[in-house]
């Protein structure tokens, strides 16, 4: 994706940020090294970052000290995972403000977020276009808030019927990949799987849709509305 067009707007967020962040103690938790990285810069001489961390376990313990404002968490981590560590930590601190970006829109991912108790929801892609800020801007106004492609999700899955509410975590990670694209060894380095269990996943993927082939199955979850259909890229400005 072209992004080029968007560059404007990617340089003016750490200022729009400010009165966001401004003396907000934060931690942030996310397997994303670079995320964190990125975080970190957009918090310089605004927050205070107080923690960063890239476990559940070690999120926790950054949060144990009390005096924390916001948790920022992506819903995956090297162990553990985002929906349990902000229900772990709404248990140390229940007013404690969570936000979490998830990397993969999976229903399953979303819904444990909200039983976790996370006020806000922002999709992964979002990120650098501005996306954190308008969840945290609405999550100060009116207390918590989903952003588009989020409440696109949860409103697909309750049009989607029965065969939806049936799918497993795995299935939902197993279908993106095949949506996208990705062929079983590039599934299975993603979902951390053995070769083998993407080979029978995706077997009783296609039986349970009754699917005759991978690319059938790919066109039944975009017409279910299971699975976003990727988005074109947005056309080059020819020269002038």
């Known amino acids: 994706m072209n992004l080029t067009s968007q560059l404007p707007l990617m340089r003016e967020l750490p200022q729009r940020s400010q009165p966001l962040l401004h003396q907000r103690r934060t931690v942030v938790a996310s397997s994303n090294r670079l995320l964190i990285s990125g975080l970190s810069q957009l918090f310089d001489g605004v927050g205070p970052l107080v923690g960063a961390a890239?476990?559940?376990?070690?999120?926790?313990?950054?949060?144990q000290s009390g005096g924390v404002d916001l948790l920022i968490c992506t819903d995956q981590l090297d162990s553990g995972d985002g929906p349990a560590l902000v229900a772990a930590a709404k248990q140390l601190h229940p007013r404690l403000p969570c936000l979490m970006l998830i990397q993969r829109p999976l229903l399953s991912t979303i819904q444990a977020a909200l039983a976790a108790g996370c006020e806000g929801l922002c999709s992964g892609e979002r990120l650098g276009r501005g996306g954190l800020l308008a969840v945290l801007q609405a999550m100060k106004s009116e207390g918590s808030h989903l952003d588009p492609?989020?409440?696109?999700?949860?409103?697909?899955?309750?049009?989607?019927?029965?065969?939806?509410?049936?799918?497993?975590?795995?299935?939902?990670?197993?279908?993106?990949?095949?949506?996208?694209?990705?062929?079983?060894?590039?599934i299975a380095t993603q979902l951390h799987l053995s070769?083998?269990?993407?080979?029978?996943?995706?077997?009783?993927?296609?039986?349970?849709?009754?699917?005759?082939?991978?690319?059938?199955?790919?066109?039944?979850?975009?017409?279910?509305?299971?699975?976003?259909?990727?988005?074109p890229e947005a056309p080059r400005a020819g020269p002038r």
Do not use: Y
């Not at 890239?54 to 949060?63: E, F, K, R, V």
């Open 195 to 231: 070769i083998n269990t993407v080979k029978h996943g995706i077997t009783a993927l296609l039986r349970k849709f009754d699917a005759r082939d991978r690319t059938q199955l790919a066109l039944l979850a975009f017409q279910r509305g299971l699975i976003d259909p990727p988005q």
């Open 54 to 63: 890239t476990s559940q376990a070690a999120a926790l313990d950054c949060l």
């Open 149 to 186: 492609r989020i409440s696109a999700v949860l409103q697909r899955s309750q049009a989607a019927g029965s065969q939806h509410d049936q799918l497993t975590l795995r299935e939902e990670s197993l279908l993106q990949g095949i949506c996208t694209g990705l062929n079983n060894q590039a």
